[in-house]
């Protein structure tokens, strides 16, 4: 499922993105939506904003994860405004293995403005084969519902792109 194969004798992978963001301060806070296969430290602008099953220091190439994960297990880091700046940013990260045979690397990231919700999320007209959620934001987004049996199994999702406060 990797888009991008790197050979699999490496121990580490290192990637980096640079972005513009305009008026941070409009937003409280930013989601880092990070999925990873086995160990990884997130960056931004140079600090350290996250770290998933390695030890604390300063990892090197050669430095193993600590623990196993799953394959492509998802985790998040919330991030305050005040740690991106206005205009040019650089988000890195790094990836291990978690042993020298470890067969595959997975990465993925995504950057995220959570919306507010002022109320809500609630369920209402539940069946045994649906249910209606309802939640309402402070300003208009879009409505984006993932379900699965568990948050690390997901299996669907629905959405409306129509950007709204009632969803």
Do not use: C
Not at 6 to 24: K, M, V
Not at 33 to 38: A, E, I, Q, R
Not at 144 to 160: F, H, K, N, P
Request: no cysteine; glycine share 6%; charged share 15%.
């Amino acid at each position: 499922d990797e888009a991008t194969l790197i050979p699999s004798n490496l121990l580490a992978a290192y990637f980096r993105h640079d972005s513009i963001l305009i008026n941070t301060g409009s937003i409280p806070s930013y989601d880092i939506n990070l999925l990873f296969d086995d160990g990884a430290v997130v960056y931004l602008n140079g600090v350290e904003v996250g770290r998933v099953n390695m030890a604390i220091g300063n990892p090197g190439y050669f430095t193993l994860a600590n623990a196993q994960s799953t394959d492509n297990q998802i985790t998040t880091f919330t991030v305050p405004a005040s740690q991106f700046i206005n205009g040019y940013n650089v988000i890195a990260v790094e990836v291990h293995q978690r042993t020298v045979n470890s067969s595959d690397i997975s990465f993925d990231l995504e950057v995220s403005a959570p919306p507010p919700i002022t109320r809500g999320p609630y369920l209402q007209n539940l069946t045994s084969s649906s249910v209606v959620v309802k939640w309402r934001t402070s300003y208009p987004t879009e409505s984006i519902i993932r379900y699965g049996l568990s948050q690390a199994t997901i299996l669907a999702s629905v959405s409306d792109l129509t950007p709204k406060t009632e969803h």
